[in-house]
């Protein structure tokens, strides 16, 4: 009964591979979020989608695709993985009349080698 | 910039003790919310206060805004052992895009 739910939890790759985070939301929210959290904890938000819709992309490298099917899901697809690109990724639900009340996922340690 | 910033960066009590925050952010704001992140989890939310709003009451919690200071605290009362965590304000502007920008968080310990 998970209400934000994320995988996988870990993530060790080698840099240059492509790799996807998947993220599900059971709480009926119309808006999903991806955000980054680097090693001294610096949460940044990369993307939006409203709807299936994206409305913010925060100058993330065009390496970061996210790709919503639905509103209940918001998957990250990385490619040419970087040395820069570990950190714990969070998904995030919120509903858009809710004054961004955000439910977040318990994260993905992504580790590039 | 919008992003807010937790003072102390560090913070250390014994049980029993209040523990108290503080968030600086650049903007006017809609709201602002309080966050809390266990070592290895996610992001929980604690509370949330409007810009017309100055202060909010949540069991142990208590939050102040003072919006033209640009700066809200966070009391945490009679904390317990299972109080340590990472404290996070977060904002989101006033006619801006719709996002919550995170500041950079203040660790509480709380020593049993």
């Known amino acids: 009964d998970t209400a934000v739910s994320q995988t996988p939890k870990y ?18 929210h119309d808006t999903m979020y991806w955000y980054k959290q680097d090693s001294k904890k610096f949460l940044k938000i990369m993307f939006s989608y409203n ?21 209940a899901h918001l998957n990250l697809h990385i490619n040419s993985l970087e040395l820069g690109d570990s ?3 969070f998904c995030a639900s919120s509903q858009k009349s809710d004054n961004l009340k955000l439910f977040f996922g318990s994260g993905t340690q992504l580790s590039v080698l | 910039s919008q992003q ?15 523990a108290t925050m503080n968030c600086s952010y650049k903007t006017s704001i809609n709201n602002l919310q309080w966050y809390r992140q266990n070592s290895g989890r996610g ?70």
């Open chain 1, 11 to 28: 993530l060790v790759t080698q840099m240059g591979n492509d790799k996807s985070i998947k993220c599900e939301q059971n709480l009926g």
């Open chain 1, 87 to 89: 950190a714990v990724y």
């Open chain 1, 51 to 71: 709807n299936k819709e994206l409305i913010i992309n925060e100058t993330v490298p065009n390496r970061f695709s996210p790709k919503s099917p639905d509103k």
């Open chain 2, 43 to 112: 992001l929980v939310h604690l509370i949330l206060i409007r810009s017309n709003e100055r202060e909010k009451h949540s069991g142990r919690l208590r939050v102040t805004l003072d919006t033209s200071k640009k700066s809200s605290s966070l009391l945490i009362t009679a904390s317990r052992a299972a109080d340590t965590a990472s404290y996070f304000c977060a904002t989101s502007a006033r006619g801006g895009s719709e996002k919550l920008v995170f500041g950079k968080g203040t660790k509480l310990t709380v020593n049993p």
């Open chain 2, 4 to 18: 807010g910033e937790e003072d102390p960066q560090a913070l250390s009590i014994q049980e029993g003790e209040n």
